[in-house]
């Protein structure tokens, strides 16, 4: 054989991999995005990301100001020194195969990620990310409040209310356990207003009685909360949602079970077939639909 001699090689590298998770199917999205990335404090220099045909994945070949990572000069580390992050009130998310951005903690975020969906399935979302990365960044989508019901879910409905404000609970975060090993989550918007998907299946009580219970009698017992820390809620100039993990590490609230009984959680049943609408329960109109909360 005969000897090979490289006279030059080139290097690229993509600065960004974004895999988008549905939470509420525990799937990959890949239709319907758009997503923009712009360097801090200037978004004249926005991009839009691009969808592979084959993977579903959104990425970048070049971003601003990162062209030494891309030709293969510099390492993702002269920008972004990894860390571990491990936030005091996040909470699991079903579906996502690692955290948000594991290597968060350490170097400041320099870009800013905007994301919407074009079909409203999914509620929009800001991210702020030290760039460029060396790995793929899973990123969880949030289902909108209009979503239709989907097959084999059950259903949690409602809107939040910061009482001693008196206005809406803007992008609270809604979790609901079935047991205490798993927790299924979900968005407030800016009105407050959520919906929570949960697989009927993982929840399924024992079958009694013979014949076994029907339908109709089907129910689930579910453990409610609410994260709720508007001070926490760090948000770009002119720039809505807040950013995404800053929602995630939102403090625990104290939620009004009933007028009179608060508490860090509350237990409401959620029957087959039906849509659980997740109030305080002997509101007066025309506030009897709300779900009151203190922050934290």
């Known amino acids: 054989m005969l000897p090979v001699r490289v006279l030059e090689s080139s290097v690229r590298r993509a600065p960004l991999g974004l895999r988008f998770i549905d939470l509420a199917q525990g799937v990959a999205v890949s ?68 955290p948000l951005d594991p290597d968060f903690e350490g170097p400041l975020p320099n870009f800013a990620l905007q994301v919407s969906d074009h079909q409203g399935r999914f509620l929009p979302l800001s991210l702020l990310l030290c760039l460029p990365k060396e790995s793929l960044v899973e990123v969880p989508l949030f289902s909108s409040p209009s979503r239709p019901a989907l097959s084999g879910q059950g259903v949690l409905r409602g809107q939040v209310w910061d ?57 689930w017992e579910l453990t409610i909360r609410v994260a709720y820390e508007p001070a926490g809620q760090q948000r770009l100039i002119g720039q809505e949602p807040p950013d995404l993990r800053s929602l995630l590490e939102q403090a625990p609230a104290q939620i009004h079970d009933q007028v009179g009984v608060v508490a860090d959680h509350i237990i409401r049943l959620l029957h087959l077939g039906q849509e659980l609408q997740v109030v305080t329960e002997n509101l007066d109109p025309p506030n009897r639909m709300r779900l009151l909360v203190d922050s934290a």
Not at 49 to 62: M, N, T
Not at 88 to 94: F, G, K, R, V
Not at 195 to 217: I, K, Q, R, V
Request: charged share 15%.
């Open 163 to 219: 009482a001693a404000s008196d206005r809406p609970a803007a992008w609270a975060l809604v979790s609901a356990a079935p047991d205490d090993t798993t927790s299924y989550a979900s968005l407030a918007d800016a009105r407050g207003v959520f919906t929570l998907f949960l697989p009927y299946a993982s929840t399924l009580p024992p079958l009694m009685g013979s014949p076994p219970h029907g339908g109709d009698e089907l129910r």
């Open 31 to 98: 239709d319907g995005l758009e997503v923009l990335a712009w360097p801090l404090g200037v978004r004249r220099e926005a991009r839009y990301a691009v969808r592979s045909p084959l993977s579903g994945i959104y990425g970048y070949r070049a971003l601003p100001g990162l062209r030494l990572f891309e030709v293969g000069q510099q390492p993702a580390s002269f920008w972004c020194t990894p860390g571990v992050s491990s936030p005091p009130h996040s909470i699991e998310l079903p579906g996502l195969e690692q």
